[in-house]
């Protein structure tokens, strides 16, 4: 199958979880070497298998490359999922807000921790790390939020008030995957899903360097994905999907049950 024949494909069934994610390349234009992006999706269909959803040239990860790329999306059909995961990428939340605004939306906890301690000295970047991680171990959101509310405390004890703002500006966003089956947690509160597969495209594209084009940048990303959706990655259960349909069909019996 062409590439891009497979790479337009019809998107069919529904998609319970879908992770976003983009790669910054360089490219030629206008004889200078500039930033591109590939923009990447990765769908858990309901019956727990992993689909690569969507790749697709973006000129930059902005409100118009991220619109682009969901406008394509929506247009070979996919429906609205119950949750995105992604990192916390300029523009994205306003075009999943306009193309998919019933869908819930989970930052990745991993890439909040590095935006986190980024501002944090190196000396004590370890016990920084723990008390986030420690954050995410709770039973249930409203410990988290309890837990959230001691760390932002503490750090505030150590003087990293740009820590502590982090953690109280951010922290919400992180706390989405809690409304759903604890069984599921581990795989949707990060990105690292889809982050391994862009560590392949990175290590295949750093031998390249700037491409002569986007087009070509996005031909090698997409075959590569293309052989990955072949093998056991795409061919292997990721989840089980029964306690999610379980929790829906709960949800709505109680929603009816209240409406009666």
């Known amino acids: 199958m062409a590439i891009e024949t497979w790479r337009n ?9 879908i992770y976003l994610d983009g790669i910054s390349l360089k490219r030629t234009w206008g004889g200078e070497v500039r930033n591109g992006a590939i923009l990447v999706a990765v769908g ?3 019956d727990g298998y992993r ?4 790749v697709a040239e973006g ?5 118009a490359g991220w619109s682009g790329f969901l406008a394509y999306l929506k247009k070979r059909g996919l429906s609205c999922p119950e949750l995105f995961i992604s990192d916390k990428r300029l523009g994205l939340l306003e075009s999943l807000a306009e193309y998919y605004p019933d869908a819930k939306w989970q930052r990745c906890t991993v890439h909040w921790y590095r935006n986190i301690l980024s501002v944090v000295p190196r000396g ?17 959101a409203e410990a988290a939020r309890s837990k959230a509310r001691d760390v932002i405390t503490k750090l505030e004890g150590m003087k990293l008030s740009k820590a502590a703002a982090a953690v109280q500006e951010g922290v919400e966003e992180t706390l989405t995957y809690f409304a759903f089956p604890r069984e599921h947690h581990r795989h ?7 982050e391994a597969l862009m560590k392949q495209i990175r290590r295949r594209t750093r031998v390249v360097g700037a491409f002569p084009d986007g087009h070509s940048a996005l031909m090698l990303a997409a075959a590569r994905l ?4 072949g093998t ?7 989840m089980n999907m029964d306690r999610l349909k379980e929790m829906k069909r709960q949800q709505q019996e109680k929603q009816e049950g209240i409406a009666g």
Do not use: F
């Open 9 to 17: 494909e019809p998107i069919t069934g529904a998609y319970a979880y």
């Open 51 to 54: 689909n690569i959803l969507g």
């Open 226 to 229: 293309r052989h990955i959706a």
């Open 188 to 194: 949707i509160y990060t990105n690292n899903p889809l």
């Open 59 to 63: 000129c930059k990860e902005d409100k």
């Open 124 to 140: 004590r970047m370890k016990e920084v790390a723990a008390m986030l991680k420690a954050l995410h171990a709770q039973e249930d």
């Open 44 to 46: 858990v269909s309901e």
């Open 232 to 238: 056991q990655w795409g061919l292997k259960r990721y």
